[in-house]
């Protein structure tokens, strides 16, 4: 019998990576006017996408680092998801307890937060307060030893593979093409564009594509080898952050809690009918297809919320970890930039465009850098929507 052709798919815009980056930017580029095919080799969010913490937030402890344009990009990111979404995303208290061996003083916390609310242009989640004393025992069991002040403040919490699902359908529903599982085997430039060998459930297909955008979050260093010609190499990092989940939900909302160990930030926050202890910085050397939360990391978070709720179970009943891709410098994982960072080939003509980096919370902000991208290539198109008022809902 002979063999099943491969079938071709012929688009403008291909993107390979179906996690939030990728369902973002095939959103942005179908709402901008061009055709886009979004290909993903596992399932949608299988990745970081699926094991972040769960949060849409500004990013409180970046202010720390100084950057401000990262605070108030994903604040302004924040408000137009609670608007755009608010079935998939919620907004949810945010305390922060100070003790007296807490590294942060009481001032430096509220200072924190009146930039923060500064950065949020006032909106209507910006408000923060001092708790009064009476209010301590309501925190859920919170430890009252040498504890001096606790604030309240309010970021937003999701399902990041909901979120996900989310923002592929709406690009779906603007003519995206998408196609899961699809892995990329090779892609080839040839004249006006690449041609991709794709290997999916039914067999062999093809794409061409005059822009290629690689958004393969951790696997974008293996992506751009299967490129020819290929990219220069860009010099990243993949730093892995764990999470714990442990009995008992917390009533109260999210504790944003400095680990005793090394004054790193870690939050311990409702999830479904238990609580969810997160994150770690910890450098991933190995393959990105298999990461999970260490033995060391699992004990570290543990040990941290055990700290401040010691009359809470910390026993573990499951943990997960994700991959942020990060600039390769001699900085601490907490310092490094959060910021996406985009890679183009050639410069000002982009045929090809290798995305790193970025938040969960920030998704549609990288997808509007790519997007601004393509009319030296493709030209400019009819928009057919505005990635800023568009709806999301739950697919289920």
């Given amino acids: 019998q002979a063999?099943?052709?491969?079938?071709?798919?012929?688009?403008?815009?291909?993107?390979?990576?179906?996690?939030?980056?990728?369902?973002?930017?095939a959103q942005a580029v179908a709402a901008a006017g061009y055709q886009v095919a979004l290909f993903e080799r596992s399932d949608w969010a299988a990745g970081t996408s699926s094991k972040s913490s769960k949060l849409i937030h500004g990013g409180l402890r970046y202010l720390e680092s100084a950057q401000l344009p990262l605070v108030y990009n994903s604040l302004a990111e924040r408000r137009l998801l609670l608007k755009n979404a608010p079935q998939l995303v919620r907004p949810v208290r945010f305390h922060i307890p100070v003790y007296r061996s807490t590294r942060r003083r009481p001032w430096q916390i509220q200072a924190g937060l009146a930039l923060y609310r500064t950065l949020a242009l006032f909106d209507r989640l910006s408000t923060f307060r001092r708790l009064p004393r009476r209010e301590w025992p309501e925190l859920d069991g919170l430890s009252g030893d040498g504890l001096q002040a606790v604030f309240e403040y309010?970021?937003?919490?999701?399902?990041?593979?909901?979120?996900?699902?989310?923002?592929?359908?709406s690009a779906e529903l603007m003519g995206a093409q998408t196609f899961c599982p699809a892995e990329l085997i090779a892609a080839e430039y040839l004249?006006?564009?690449?041609?991709l060998t794709l290997e999916t459930a039914s067999g062999p297909e093809h794409c061409s594509a005059q822009v290629l955008i690689n958004a393969a979050g951790p696997?974008?260093?293996?992506?751009a080898q299967r490129l020819q010609p290929a990219p220069p190499a860009r010099p990243l990092s993949l730093v892995r952050?764990?999470?714990?989940?442990?009995?008992?939900?917390?009533?109260?909302?999210?504790y944003y809690l400095e680990s005793p160990q090394d004054?790193?930030?870690?939050?311990?926050?409702?999830?479904?009918?238990?609580?969810?202890v997160g994150t770690t910085e910890a450098e991933h050397r190995g393959d990105p297809d298999e990461v999970s939360a260490s033995a060391e990391e699992q004990q570290y978070l543990q040990q941290t919320f055990a700290h401040y709720f010691p009359e809470r179970s910390a026993d573990i009943l499951d943990s997960f970890a994700g991959l942020r891709v990060l600039p390769s410098d001699g900085d601490s994982p907490f310092a490094r930039s959060r910021e996406s960072f985009l890679q183009c080939q050639p410069p000002a003509e982009p045929q090809m465009?290798?995305?790193y980096g970025g938040k969960l919370t920030s998704y549609r902000h990288t997808a509007e850098k790519v997007v601004q991208l393509l009319p030296p290539r493709l030209g400019h198109r009819k928009p057919r929507a505005d990635t800023r008022t568009l709806p999301l809902y739950p697919l289920t």
Avoid at 191 to 195: D, E, I, L
Wanted: hydrophobic share 50%.
């Fill in 3 to 25: 063999p099943v052709a491969a079938m071709t798919i012929d688009t403008e815009v291909a993107v390979i990576g179906g996690g939030i980056n990728g369902a973002g930017i």
């Fill in 241 to 254: 952050g764990s999470h714990i989940l442990v009995p008992g939900t917390l009533q109260r909302g999210v």
């Fill in 191 to 195: 004249a006006g564009g690449y041609r």
């Fill in 219 to 223: 696997w974008v260093a293996q992506v």
């Fill in 154 to 169: 309010w970021d937003a919490q999701t399902d990041d593979r909901a979120l996900t699902a989310a923002v592929v359908h």
């Fill in 263 to 276: 004054g790193r930030a870690v939050f311990a926050m409702p999830w479904g009918e238990q609580t969810l």
């Fill in 353 to 355: 465009i290798a995305v």
